[in-house]
């Protein structure tokens, strides 16, 4: 038997607490470290009990430091998670993610605003990515090893699966020795204005030639896939890979 190779991609997703969610960004400070904070939970039933009160980020703080009052005591939707590097979604984003296979990486960005000094501008930053080892799909699911009460078990920091509707879940497992949060966020795009004179985040002119990625970059959805293989080299030397 012939065993075909697929070439390797990447993709890229924008994650964690936003303007539109929230009404809130994450801090990035001057020298270029960040806190990565995640969006809050909109799921009244989910099991979920922990709050930004309850989570502690990269300067020692608890994350709520960062927030206002009325987010801080939110419960929170931690994911993606970068304990066991998991990230599950369902819907429009389960699509794409069926898309991943092994070794492909999944990079996720986020917006970030200048926590007292404004160095770095508030924009999208790359944070963190996963090289993919393992892509869980209950909605076509034949393994029985692969229940929610199992991965809840075996995944309990990701707040997924604790969500009260998983039938639809897509779940990736990054490979634990090549999927990291970064130090340092890596700026990736600026603001530019649209047909009404209305900012938005667009990829910054450096980055679409890096990257081969342009256009707005806002919104989670739809990701953005890189193939090509020379910019998928420029995107592993830019995190370092």
């Given at each position: 038997m012939i065993i075909l190779k697929?070439?390797?991609?990447?993709?890229?997703?924008?994650?964690?607490?936003?303007?539109s969610s929230d009404g809130v960004?994450?801090?990035?400070?001057?020298?270029?470290?960040?806190e990565y904070i995640p969006l809050s939970e909109k799921d009244d039933n989910s099991l979920e009990k922990r709050t930004y009160k309850d989570l502690i980020g990269f300067k020692g703080n608890q994350l709520?430091?960062?927030l206002p009052e009325k987010v801080a005591i939110r419960r929170v939707h931690m994911d993606p998670e970068f304990i066991n590097f998991t990230y599950g979604d369902e819907g429009r984003k389960a699509i794409y993610l069926r898309k991943l296979n092994n070794d492909d990486l999944l990079v996720f960005y986020a917006g970030l605003k200048p926590y007292q000094e404004d160095k770095y501008p508030e924009a999208l930053y790359i944070i963190g990515y996963f090289t993919i080892r393992d892509v869980i799909d209950f909605k076509n699911n034949k393994n029985e090893i692969y229940t929610i009460k199992a991965i809840r078990k075996q995944y309990p920091h990701n707040?997924?699966?604790?969500r009260s509707d998983t039938m639809d879940m897509v779940?990736?497992?990054g490979d634990p020795?090549?999927?990291k949060l970064l130090d340092k966020a890596i700026q990736i795009s600026q603001?530019?204005?649209n047909k009404i004179g209305r900012n938005y985040h667009a990829v910054s002119p450096e980055m679409e030639k890096l990257l081969g990625v342009k256009g707005s970059i806002q919104r989670s959805i739809p990701p953005r896939f890189i193939r090509d293989e020379n910019k998928l080299k420029n995107l592993k030397g830019l995190l370092g890979l």
């Open positions: 697929h070439n390797t991609k990447a993709m890229l997703l924008r994650v964690g607490i936003d303007k960004l994450g801090p990035i400070f001057s020298d270029g470290s960040y709520s430091t960062y707040s997924h699966p604790k779940m990736v497992v020795e090549k999927s603001k530019k204005l």
